[in-house]
């Protein structure tokens, strides 16, 4: 196990370069630079601003220049849009923000979402697998872009509860509403794939071989059941954790939380090139992690599991 | 000329103006009653690009910029030119040469005083190669003397033509005679900039830990992408005249979401989405305003090679022009106030007298019917429908306006044109390439002046997306450059405009903003809206 | 897994011969009627056939185009724009004075077409990546993982953005990038449970058998596959009907005077304070019922096909 860990952990380097290098020519092939604009720069002035970030460099030293930088300075470079600050301080300001307000949608998705699936399937074609599902359709159909709006509109506008917007370091009555948003159409999606996950594992011979061994039903659900209904639902886990830790650009524009989604969308419009790279390095490497972390976690869940 | 006496009304006031404090009163009119809260809290589309003076390019990081630095001169209320750190200026007889008078009470905000070395500094550092300001390019149209070199990196940035030449005298030496150089003193990029703060933080100079400023305040709080908060400067020459304590920025990208979080009362001020003004009105007659504003709307044939066939027969290019229900545009789709086109300078720009043009003056059925005739003269009809593809950048503002103007268009003309919305930087690649048929534009101006909107139309024009290319255009535009009768020769350029039309004049903008009743202050009247935190107040509800 | 002898692997592959699913129309003819039998599944077929019912004939009902604008009635939307029997605005107008029967009609047949066609997309190439993956293993597996770790975190922005520039715009090349989106979780599920059923002793019985590893894969592992990636896809069609207003945003898409749900929901709730609320309920109304029956249908498909309900 540790030297299955260890090798995924090599691997790790060679696939963030793939993905730095891919970006990087992603990014320099795409229309339209950092300093296009309205108003067209005076060649001039835009090779003043070019020789000043090294964008007149050949892309081969660019790229080099970008690597050894971080490897040696941990420096990830300037912002192009937003000139008083550099990728580390955006990264910095905006990922914990982010972190906050994701893990806990996080939290409040899955855990509301797998008890919602679970009870559904447990209590099959009764109201509570009715009204289950009814929650889980509702929560899928109020996409964030829909939620922030009508959350805003009555818990600000008409209830005059909660503010309607900001972060003012994370206290809760500015957490709820960017929770809320976020978490719901994922908490639809975890409770419908746990609810038919667990409804076929309960259907499979070794629950039903369990059952008629007279094992009290809770004992099944929870000794044999539960590890293989939560295997397909913690592959889909993986990449919505990743998303949703990177903060979301819905959140970030409705709420005016200031995480790292609406910096990562919007570097990528305004081609902000280095704060676009430095998120998607961020955005890699935790791919990488939590995809090893599941892989880990699929052992777990079946011990049959090889490699 | 309106504009040129008002200027040298200003230039007679200055020599005899004796401290700036004598003339500066209170702003807030007689009667009212101050709020105890002297917050001004509102809403900034997107997070500012930079607080430094010399760096930033966007609007909302300027209106920040304003309130923290204080240029030569300010705007009022109707954007006239009023004292700031200059009690005045004096310009030579040739108009080359221009001498500020520094007031001697002006401080930054860690008490030194602020000298006319700061400008010197500030200038130099704004077009220094080294720094690479994208508004490098301003200072070169205020025509400063070896501007364009340094900036070329032929010569040192100590060669611009400004020196020191006491501690309170400030000098400038001009390449041309610049008509509306000191209007640009109100500009961002012209204000000073604290040398020692910035050679001990270099780029981080502008965090709220670091940064020291001469404006009515300084930054307290940066919070990007939430937020900004800035708080009165106490060292600030008219501390006493400036009522508003504290002003706060929220960064709201989303405009309904904004208003929403106005009508819930955290904000004093935001903008109203398309379309809304005319029920905001009606519900909050105080507090919904309306007031033109230096940019235009328009839509730009590509008269290139690469253009269409079509759009070279000046026939089809009026037809199109002509079919366009401005009054429809304006009143029923954007609904905020905004005048309707028939030129492509807007009529608020101070100086410019519109022409008389035909098509202002008639019905819309004439115009149609004139636009039928010449489509069909061009040869286009029924059994040859013209076809194009007209082009926008994404947002829900343009797409309207795109699909109002294609209904009309087929409607009337029964022309074919298939829209097509781009990502910004695509649309503005495709778009200053030339590879496009038929595409949006809007410009804002840069100073209140004509030629900021029709150099865009200037054969040599980085700007000129179409490359439109008209000889006595160009002719007229490099005349206005040191004419002092500057007005005929803008108003002939315009009447050439409509006999070519090279674009589609549609709109003007205008500003339309919530207001709340408790917000005193507010300029109106000022097209550039350069607003300044310390003339507005907060009255007692 | 090693086994003591053959003898005893065909021993196992006898006891669980029922998972096998060897005569491959009585398997689909028995998921027909279990089908047929479910009748959340059947409503919602009932459901789904009257949408697009709806969607065929209902232009023919329809007094006014999804383009033309009711210049009469444009700039009042909040007063006369409610919808209305009387002026053949069944369900009002946009925000630009466009009949919203017409365009959800339009939007509808889009959206199901893009959400179907890109759940599709995704299903196909995930389920057959993932396959592949989690049952080779090894090294290969390795790196095709690797591949997908790197494609979910290389910016999707810049990707479409390359693909107009390229390709232009064009409903196909929407279905590329919708498909291109998709995939990459499907292949992770399809994967994981590869993994999982490979080591099942029916898997080694039928190997130990001698069933050629391509056999295997489709007709053993593939069989109990079903179930997660049916439902996962039906989960796709909603993401992909909200990613293709992403999508057309960035100018790749759907260009006006065609529309999409994803899009008129979204206009919808920009402005459901200004007391247009219609704007958002009759595309949501639709685009939730799609949401319903593709629960509904996934439901009774991976019921009706599941292997060992039998």
Same mark, same amino acid.
């Given at each position: 196990?540790?030297?299955?860990?260890?090798?995924?952990?090599?691997?790790?380097?060679?696939?963030?370069?793939?993905?730095?290098?891919?970006?990087?020519?992603?990014?320099?092939?795409?229309?339209?630079?950092?300093?296009?604009?309205?108003?067209?720069?005076?060649?001039?002035?835009?090779?003043?601003?070019?020789?000043?970030?090294?964008?007149?460099?050949?892309?081969?030293?660019?790229?080099?220049?970008?690597?050894?930088?971080?490897?040696?300075?941990?420096?990830?470079?300037?912002?192009?849009?937003?000139?008083?600050?550099?990728?580390?301080?955006?990264?910095?300001?905006?990922?914990?923000?982010?972190?906050?307000?994701?893990?806990?949608?996080?939290?409040?998705?899955?855990?509301?979402?797998?008890?919602?699936?679970?009870?559904?399937?447990?209590?099959?074609?009764?109201?509570?697998?009715?009204?289950?599902?009814?929650?889980?359709?509702?929560?899928?159909?109020?996409?964030?872009?829909?939620?922030?709006?009508?959350?805003?509109?009555?818990?600000?506008?008409?209830?005059?509860?909660?503010?309607?917007?900001?972060?003012?370091?994370?206290?809760?009555?500015?957490?709820?509403?960017?929770?809320?948003?976020?978490?719901?159409?994922?908490?639809?999606?975890?409770?419908?794939?746990?609810?038919?996950?667990?409804?076929?594992?309960?259907?499979?011979?070794?629950?039903?071989?369990?059952?008629?061994?007279?094992?009290?039903?809770?004992?099944?659900?929870?000794?044999?059941?539960?590890?293989?209904?939560?295997?397909?639902?913690?592959?889909?886990?993986?990449?919505?954790?990743?998303?949703?830790?990177?903060?979301?650009?819905?959140?970030?524009?409705?709420?005016?939380?200031?995480?790292?989604?609406?910096?990562?969308?919007?570097?990528?419009?305004?081609?902000?090139?280095?704060?676009?790279?430095?998120?998607?390095?961020?955005?890699?490497?935790?791919?990488?992690?939590?995809?090893?972390?599941?892989?880990?976690?699929?052992?777990?869940?079946?011990?049959?599991?090889?490699? | 000329?309106?504009?040129?006496?008002?200027?040298?009304?200003?230039?007679?006031?200055?020599?005899?103006?004796?401290?700036?404090?004598?003339?500066?009163?209170?702003?807030?009119?007689?009667?009212?009653?101050?709020?105890?809260?002297?917050?001004?809290?509102?809403?900034?589309?997107?997070?500012?690009?930079?607080?430094?003076?010399?760096?930033?390019?966007?609007?909302?990081?300027?209106?920040?910029?304003?309130?923290?630095?204080?240029?030569?001169?300010?705007?009022?209320?109707?954007?006239?030119?009023?004292?700031?750190?200059?009690?005045?200026?004096?310009?030579?007889?040739?108009?080359?040469?221009?001498?500020?008078?520094?007031?001697?009470?002006?401080?930054?905000?860690?008490?030194?005083?602020?000298?006319?070395?700061?400008?010197?500094?500030?200038?130099?550092?704004?077009?220094?190669?080294?720094?690479?300001?994208?508004?490098?390019?301003?200072?070169?149209?205020?025509?400063?003397?070896?501007?364009?070199?340094?900036?070329?990196?032929?010569?040192?940035?100590?060669?611009?033509?400004?020196?020191?030449?006491?501690?309170?005298?400030?000098?400038?030496?001009?390449?041309?005679?610049?008509?509306?150089?000191?209007?640009?003193?109100?500009?961002?990029?012209?204000?000073?900039?604290?040398?020692?703060?910035?050679?001990?933080?270099?780029?981080?100079?502008?965090?709220?830990?670091?940064?020291?400023?001469?404006?009515?305040?300084?930054?307290?709080?940066?919070?990007?992408?939430?937020?900004?908060?800035?708080?009165?400067?106490?060292?600030?020459?008219?501390?006493?005249?400036?009522?508003?304590?504290?002003?706060?920025?929220?960064?709201?990208?989303?405009?309904?979401?904004?208003?929403?979080?106005?009508?819930?009362?955290?904000?004093?001020?935001?903008?109203?989405?398309?379309?809304?003004?005319?029920?905001?009105?009606?519900?909050?007659?105080?507090?919904?305003?309306?007031?033109?504003?230096?940019?235009?709307?328009y839509y730009t044939f590509n008269?290139?090679?690469?253009g269409p066939?079509a759009f070279?027969?000046?026939?089809v290019r009026?037809a199109l022009a002509l079919a366009v229900d401005?009054?429809?545009i304006?009143?029923?789709?954007?609904?905020?106030?905004?005048?309707?086109?028939?030129?492509?300078?807007?009529?608020?720009?101070?100086?410019?007298?519109?022409?008389?043009?035909?098509?202002?003056?008639?019905?819309?059925?004439?115009?149609?019917?004139?636009a039928?005739?010449?489509l069909?003269?061009a040869?286009y009809?029924?059994?040859n429908p013209l076809e194009f593809e007209m082009v926008y950048?994404?947002?829900?503002?343009h797409e309207k306006v795109a699909v109002a103007l294609s209904q009309m268009w087929k409607q009337k003309l029964g022309v074919q044109a298939t829209l097509a919305n781009m990502?910004?930087?695509?649309?503005?690649?495709?778009?200053?390439?030339?590879?496009f048929e038929l595409a949006r534009?809007?410009?804002?101006?840069?100073?209140?002046?004509?030629?900021?909107?029709?150099?865009?139309?200037?054969?040599?024009?980085?700007?000129?997306?179409?490359?439109?290319?008209?000889?006595?255009?160009?002719?007229?535009?490099?005349?206005?450059?040191?004419?002092?009768?500057?007005?005929?020769?803008?108003?002939?350029?315009?009447?050439?405009?409509?006999?070519?039309?090279?674009v589609i004049?549609i709109?003007?903008?205008?500003?339309?903003?919530?207001?709340?009743?408790?917000?005193?202050?507010?300029?109106?009247?000022?097209?550039?809206?350069?607003?300044?935190?310390?003339?507005?107040?907060?009255?007692?509800? | 897994?090693?086994?003591?002898?053959?003898?005893?692997?065909?021993?196992?592959?006898?006891?669980?011969?029922?998972?096998?699913?060897?005569?491959?129309?009585?398997?689909?003819?028995?998921?027909?009627?279990?089908?047929?039998?479910?009748?959340?599944?059947?409503?919602?077929?009932?459901?789904?056939?009257?949408?697009?019912?709806?969607?065929?004939?209902?232009?023919?009902?329809?007094?006014?185009s999804?383009e033309e604008i009711?210049?009469?009635?444009?700039?009042?939307?909040?007063?006369?724009?409610?919808?209305?029997?009387?002026?053949?605005?069944?369900?009002?107008?946009?925000?630009l004075?466009r009949?919203?029967?017409?365009?959800? &009609?339009?939007?509808?047949? !889009? #959206? +199901?077409?893009?959400?179907?066609?890109?759940? %599709?997309?995704?299903?196909?190439? =995930? *389920? @057959?990546?993932?396959?592949?993956?989690?049952?080779?293993?090894?090294?290969?597996?390795?790196?095709?993982?690797?591949?997908?770790?790197?494609?979910?975190?290389?910016?999707?922005?810049?990707?479409?953005?390359?693909?107009?520039?390229?390709?232009?715009r064009?409903?196909?090349?929407?279905?590329?990038?919708?498909?291109?989106?998709?995939?990459?979780?499907?292949?992770?599920?399809?994967?994981?449970?590869?993994?999982?059923?490979?080591?099942?002793?029916?898997?080694?019985?039928?190997?130990?058998?001698?069933?050629?590893?391509?056999?295997?894969?489709?007709?053993?592992?593939?069989?109990?596959?079903?179930?997660?990636?049916?439902?996962?896809?039906?989960?796709?069609?909603?993401?992909?009907?909200?990613?293709?207003?992403?999508?057309?945003?960035?100018?790749?898409? &759907?260009s006006e005077p065609y !529309? #999409? +749900?994803?899009?008129?929901?979204?206009?919808? %709730?920009?402005?459901?304070?200004? =007391? *247009? @609320?219609?704007?958002?309920?009759?595309?949501?109304?639709?685009?939730?019922?799609?949401?319903?029956?593709?629960?509904?249908?996934?439901?009774?498909?991976?019921?009706?096909?599941?292997?060992?309900?039998?």
């Open positions: 196990m540790v030297s299955y860990i260890i090798r995924r952990l090599l691997i790790a380097i060679p696939t963030i370069l793939i993905l730095i290098v891919a970006s990087f020519f992603l990014i320099k092939i795409a229309p339209g630079g950092p300093f296009t604009s309205e108003r067209p720069l005076p060649p001039q002035v835009l090779a003043n601003i070019e020789a000043r970030y090294g964008l007149d460099q050949p892309l081969w030293k660019q790229l080099w220049d970008y690597l050894t930088n971080i490897v040696l300075h941990f420096d990830f470079g300037p912002s192009f849009k937003f000139k008083d600050r550099d990728v580390n301080d955006i990264i910095a300001q905006g990922f914990p923000i982010s972190l906050t307000y994701g893990s806990l949608a996080f939290l409040a998705a899955s855990i509301v979402g797998v008890a919602l699936g679970v009870v559904a399937a447990i209590r099959h074609n009764s109201w509570i697998d009715y009204t289950a599902v009814s929650m889980g359709i509702g929560a899928q159909a109020l996409p964030n872009f829909i939620m922030g709006p009508i959350l805003i509109l009555t818990f600000t506008l008409w209830l005059g509860l909660l503010p309607g917007g900001g972060w003012n370091g994370g206290q809760w009555e500015y957490l709820i509403m960017p929770v809320i948003a976020l978490s719901t159409s994922y908490m639809g999606n975890i409770a419908r794939l746990t609810r038919s996950s667990m409804l076929e594992v309960l259907n499979s011979n070794f629950i039903r071989t369990a059952r008629a061994k007279g094992l009290p039903t809770r004992t099944v659900i929870w000794r044999h059941a539960m590890k293989p209904t939560l295997l397909p639902v913690v592959s889909y886990l993986g990449p919505v954790f990743v998303y949703v830790l990177t903060g979301s650009v819905f959140v970030d524009m409705y709420f005016s939380t200031g995480g790292l989604g609406q910096a990562y969308v919007g570097s990528a419009l305004t081609r902000d090139y280095a704060v676009l790279l430095g998120v998607t390095i961020l955005y890699g490497t935790l791919t990488v992690v939590v995809n090893l972390i599941t892989d880990l976690a699929y052992a777990w869940f079946d011990p049959k599991i090889r490699y | 000329m309106k504009h040129m006496s008002k200027l040298a009304l200003a230039t007679l006031l200055s020599t005899t103006m004796l401290t700036g404090a004598a003339i500066a009163e209170s702003h807030v009119p007689e009667g009212v009653t101050l709020a105890e809260d002297q917050t001004f809290t509102y809403r900034q589309l997107d997070e500012f690009s930079s607080l430094d003076p010399q760096v930033v390019e966007d609007v909302d990081g300027a209106n920040v910029v304003r309130d923290l630095f204080e240029g030569l001169m300010n705007q009022d209320a109707e954007g006239n030119l009023v004292p700031g750190v200059a009690t005045g200026y004096e310009a030579s007889e040739d108009k080359m040469t221009y001498t500020f008078n520094l007031r001697e009470d002006a401080k930054w905000s860690n008490g030194d005083p602020v000298t006319a070395n700061d400008f010197v500094y500030a200038w130099r550092r704004a077009v220094d190669p080294e720094l690479a300001s994208p508004y490098q390019w301003f200072m070169e149209l205020m025509s400063i003397e070896n501007a364009a070199e340094i900036i070329a990196g032929d010569m040192a940035p100590e060669e611009l033509g400004v020196k020191a030449v006491d501690d309170y005298t400030f000098e400038v030496q001009l390449t041309a005679p610049l008509p509306y150089f000191p209007q640009m003193t109100t500009h961002a990029t012209t204000f000073p900039a604290p040398q020692s703060v910035i050679e001990e933080h270099g780029d981080e100079w502008t965090r709220p830990e670091n940064i020291v400023s001469n404006g009515a305040y300084v930054l307290t709080e940066h919070l990007p992408n939430e937020r900004s908060v800035r708080e009165r400067n106490e060292m600030y020459w008219d501390n006493e005249n400036t009522v508003i304590d504290r002003v706060v920025a929220l960064v709201i990208n989303d405009e309904n979401v904004a208003l929403t979080r106005y009508l819930a009362g955290e904000l004093d001020q935001t903008d109203i989405p398309a379309g809304q003004y005319p029920s905001l009105k009606e519900e909050y007659p105080e507090q919904a305003v309306s007031f033109p504003r230096l940019c235009n709307y008269l290139s090679d690469s066939e070279q027969d000046v026939n009026k401005r009054d429809i304006t009143e029923r789709v954007m609904q905020g106030g905004q005048p309707p086109a028939y030129t492509f300078t807007p009529a608020a720009v101070a100086g410019f007298e519109p022409p008389q043009l035909e098509w202002a003056g008639m019905e819309q059925s004439e115009r149609d019917q004139m039928k005739d010449l069909a003269e040869g009809g029924p059994d950048n994404t947002s829900e503002a990502e910004w930087k695509v649309f503005l690649e495709e778009r200053g390439n030339q590879n534009g809007a410009w804002c101006g840069d100073y209140n002046e004509a030629s900021t909107f029709l150099d865009l139309l200037d054969s040599d024009s980085g700007y000129n997306d179409g490359k439109f290319s008209n000889g006595r255009v160009d002719e007229l535009l490099e005349q206005a450059k040191t004419s002092d009768e500057r007005a005929p020769l803008y108003t002939e350029v315009e009447q050439i405009l409509y006999e070519e039309m090279p004049p709109y003007h903008y205008a500003g339309v903003y919530m207001n709340d009743t408790d917000l005193g202050g507010w300029p109106v009247d000022n097209v550039e809206q350069n607003w300044y935190s310390k003339n507005l107040y907060k009255i007692a509800e | 897994m090693v086994f003591g002898s053959s003898q005893r692997a065909a021993a196992i592959a006898d006891d669980v011969t029922d998972q096998i699913p060897v005569r491959g129309r009585s398997l689909l003819k028995d998921a027909q009627i279990r089908f047929v039998q479910n009748k959340a599944a059947m409503a919602s077929v009932v459901v789904l056939g009257l949408i697009i019912l709806f969607v065929l004939i209902g232009p023919l009902f329809a007094q006014w999804n009711d210049w009469d009635r444009m700039g009042n939307i909040a007063s006369e724009g409610m919808p209305s029997i009387a002026n053949g605005h069944y369900f009002g107008l946009d925000e004075g009949d919203l029967y017409s365009r959800v &009609i339009q939007a509808t047949r !889009t #959206s +199901l077409l893009v959400g179907l066609i890109g759940a %599709a997309t995704a299903l196909i190439i =995930g *389920t @057959t990546y993932g396959l592949i993956a989690g049952y080779v293993g090894g090294k290969v597996d390795s790196a095709m993982m690797r591949f997908v770790d790197i494609l979910l975190a290389i910016p999707l922005t810049l990707v479409i953005i390359l693909l107009l520039v390229i390709a232009g064009s409903f196909f090349m929407l279905f590329v990038s919708l498909g291109a989106v998709g995939w990459l979780t499907m292949s992770r599920i399809v994967r994981a449970q590869t993994l999982s059923l490979k080591t099942r002793e029916f898997i080694e019985a039928a190997r130990a058998a001698g069933v050629s590893e391509v056999t295997i894969m489709i007709r053993h592992i593939l069989p109990n596959l079903i179930g997660v990636v049916i439902v996962y896809a039906s989960l796709l069609v909603p993401e992909m009907i909200l990613t293709e207003s992403f999508i057309s945003f960035l100018g790749l898409g &759907i !529309t #999409s +749900l994803g899009k008129l929901i979204a206009e919808g %709730a920009g402005t459901m304070a200004y =007391g *247009t @609320t219609w704007q958002l309920l009759y595309p949501l109304f639709f685009y939730v019922a799609i949401i319903i029956t593709m629960f509904f249908i996934g439901d009774g498909l991976r019921d009706a096909l599941d292997p060992k309900d039998r």
